[in-house]
């Protein structure tokens, strides 16, 4: 019909353990024609699950999630080729954070108390494949380039040596499942659960379960 148009929305999904925040993000943003909130994680294996099978345009993304990290997750969201760009909303300011947040794979950085101001437009310019941090925290970040040494690669970290299921059966069994119960949430076998276990423990050169365990830890592949 002439004169109709019809305005492609942007599509979000919102990962953050407070549902009351949730809500709120997503009627600011539902008020919007531009955008579209199509899915909601309380936590990183949730937001995974939902960038791999919903294909959101955007992940917002909170840092302080139960069972996996915001870090983490966008460290395995990356790992598995998936190219969605992440939008991290967190309350923390401080250099550290900013930069972890950044070289994980993160598109842009933007503090809670900022997002009624700066939110729907950080989200347009990384949807249109942009970086964005506003004047302040760019500084931040910019400090921590000029006068923190770079870290060097750590050929000990699970994301260098383990494959994306490795990773998956490593967290469950660090959280003390058992093979059976892992295979019934893989929809995988017992046998094959056991085998993974092998193939994790040769890698890592570990012998114990509770060597498994600290190395979980140690690379906050669980939460304590």
């Known amino acids: 019909m002439k004169g109709v148009f019809f305005i492609t929305k942007i599509r979000i999904v919102i990962a953050d353990d407070h549902a009351v ?7 600011l943003l539902n008020s919007s024609p531009q955008f579209e909130v199509i899915g909601e994680a309380e936590n990183g294996f949730q937001a995974i699950e939902m960038v791999e099978t919903l ?4 992940l917002l993304l909170d840092l302080s999630m139960p069972d996996m990290n ?32 950044m070289r994980s794979g993160a598109n842009s950085y933007v503090l809670k108390k900022s997002a009624d101001t700066e939110l729907m437009e950080c989200i347009i310019k990384i949807h249109t494949g942009k970086k964005y941090l506003n ?29 994306t299921r490795e ?12 093979n059976s119960e892992i295979a019934n949430m893989l929809s995988l076998s017992p046998k ?28 906050n592949l669980i939460a304590l």
């Open 21 to 27: 925040l949730r809500s709120g993000l997503k009627s």
């Open 135 to 163: 004047e302040t925290l760019s500084q931040s970040l910019l400090n921590s380039i000029l006068y923190t040494s770079t870290d060097a690669l750590d050929h000990q970290s699970p994301y260098q040596i383990l494959s």
């Open 55 to 58: 294909k959101p345009n955007v």
């Open 167 to 178: 990773r998956e059966v490593l967290r469950f069994l660090a959280h003390g499942h058992t």
């Open 70 to 101: 915001g870090i983490d997750c966008i460290k395995e969201i990356r790992s598995r080729g998936l190219t969605c760009p992440i939008l991290v909303l967190t309350m923390y300011d401080d250099e550290e954070y900013i930069t972890e947040v």
């Open 192 to 219: 094959t659960i056991d085998t993974y276990r092998s193939r994790i423990m040769h890698k890592l050169n570990i012998h114990k379960k509770s060597d498994l365990v600290n190395y979980a830890i140690q690379y």
